[in-house]
């Protein structure tokens, strides 16, 4: 593996013990990752507005039988904030650069969450024999539905589309992102979730317009998105096993709806929180992972270290 390095003022408090930080230039920009454990790779892959540390509760338990990996998205935490690259296509090239570099080889099991899980989810469509396993959780995936639940027209979500407007958000939010993020963060989560001390540390996260602008970026290559999705299915089904995890008090069955027609290996979950499960119910989330991975331990996941 490559040396372990901390990016120079970032954070890693939240780090579970046994993880190290390594930078990993690839795919033209700077991806950090965090890694620990040992076993079948598992990479974890947050969504907006978050980090590596949407994950923090359940690395540790992840990594008592899977090498775990934590990478920052593009544009996010302690990653690099290109003005381009943001395709989920792209990004899952980011992402198999980063396994690379650390000399991960072999399928392994990709979790991701919002942003993550479409990221995730490119990942597993164009290169199917790379993903043992893929999980999703509470995602409407551009191609299979987000068109039209972003439209407000009909009623659907305002945020998407005003997301993908440029500049326009982060001169908006510049200056208001703890406000921002203190409201978006409660209002799609159960109470108590998350503290002040949580709240700070996203709205530092996404702190000025430059940190903003990699985040919306995600935003902004939505319905290219959209068309890659569905030439990417047009001939193949997704062939791994596919777990959809919808939030109850927000997708619901949602997830496994839009993935039924494209994922014959499927499995439907609906967790008891909001959009962040992972932060919001840990417990239920490792006993709900343990569940679908333990029927498919047979998968060749073992990685293979490679100089790199």
């Known amino acids: 593996m490559s040396d372990t390095i901390a990016a120079p003022g970032t954070d890693y408090h939240w780090l579970p013990a046994g993880f190290t930080v390594h930078e990993v230039d690839t795919n033209g920009t700077t991806i950090s990752a965090a890694v620990g ?15 590596g540390r949407a994950w923090r509760h359940v690395m540790g338990p992840l990594a008592e039988h899977h090498t775990v990996v934590v990478p920052d998205l593009r544009g996010s935490g302690a990653s690099a904030r290109p003005e381009d690259g943001y395709h989920k296509t792209n990004q899952a090239e980011d992402m198999r650069g980063v396994l690379q570099h650390l000399g991960l080889s072999g399928p392994s099991v990709v979790v991701g969450h919002d942003i993550g899980a479409m990221v995730s989810f490119a990942w597993a469509a164009a290169h199917p024999d790379e993903v043992a396993a893929l999980i999703a959780i509470d995602v409407i995936f551009p191609g299979l539905g987000l068109e039209e639940a972003m439209n407000v027209a009909t009623g659907g979500m305002w945020h998407f589309g005003f997301f993908m407007q440029p500049h326009i958000p982060e001169m908006l939010f510049d200056g208001h992102e703890l406000e921002f993020f203190t409201t978006t963060f409660t209002a799609l989560s159960n109470p108590g979730t998350f503290t002040d001390k949580d709240l700070a540390f996203y709205a530092r996260a996404y702190q000025g317009r430059e940190r903003l602008s990699g985040g919306f970026l995600h935003y902004r290559d939505l319905l290219e998105d959209g068309r890659e999705n569905r030439t990417l299915l047009q001939n193949r089904p997704l062939t791994m096993p596919v777990l959809a995890i919808g939030g109850g008090d927000r997708m619901g069955t949602g997830v496994a709806d839009a993935l039924r027609p494209h994922a014959p290996r499927l499995a439907g979950l609906v967790a008891p929180t909001g959009h962040f499960v992972v932060e919001e119910d840990p417990t239920w989330f490792l ?22």
Do not use: C, K, N, Y
């Open 37 to 51: 454990g040992r076993g079948p790779t598992m990479i974890l892959l947050h969504g907006w507005p978050q980090t």
């Open 287 to 308: 006993q709900a992972l343990d569940g679908f991975l333990d029927p498919v331990t047979d998968f060749d996941a073992t990685p293979t270290t490679t100089s790199g």
